[in-house]
């Protein structure tokens, strides 16, 4: 199983970037996909998820600004990341989640991603 992440770069305060995030064929359908970010010096956290139907859900501090959309036919999650801030700096990263028929969650990580935005 492998999650390929890609799109970081740096930008100045309100623009825009996206982030893409290539799963195995052979998990993606069955996997819910999420974007984390880890600022510098900060935990982990989650900025946005879709599930498997495409249903998303979003960070407060990325409500409105980011936009989480799953292409089925190549594998394919992307983070469409507007109106970009300073805090929203950090390594970005993806993972991909599902249950097995156990009910065992197996839980895959992509590499990071690394967005810098100045001021």
């Known amino acids: 199983v492998q999650l390929q992440a890609s799109g970081g770069g740096a930008v100045q305060a309100g623009g825009s970037l996206r982030l893409s995030c290539a799963v195995s064929r052979s998990i993606f359908s069955i996997s819910t996909v999420a974007w984390y970010l880890q600022a510098p010096g900060k935990p982990r956290e989650l900025v946005a998820r879709?599930?498997?139907?495409?249903?998303?859900n979003y960070a407060d501090s990325v409500e409105g600004r980011f936009s989480i959309s799953r292409d089925n036919a190549n594998n394919t999650v992307y983070l469409q990341m507007n109106s970009l801030k300073p805090e929203d700096t950090g390594a970005y990263y993806c993972?991909?989640?599902?249950?097995?028929?156990?009910?065992?969650?197996?839980?895959?990580w992509g590499q990071g991603t690394l967005v810098t935005v100045s001021s």
């Open positions: 993972s991909a989640s599902y249950q097995t028929k156990g009910w065992k969650t197996n839980n895959y």
């Open positions: 879709i599930t498997t139907g495409g249903t998303p």
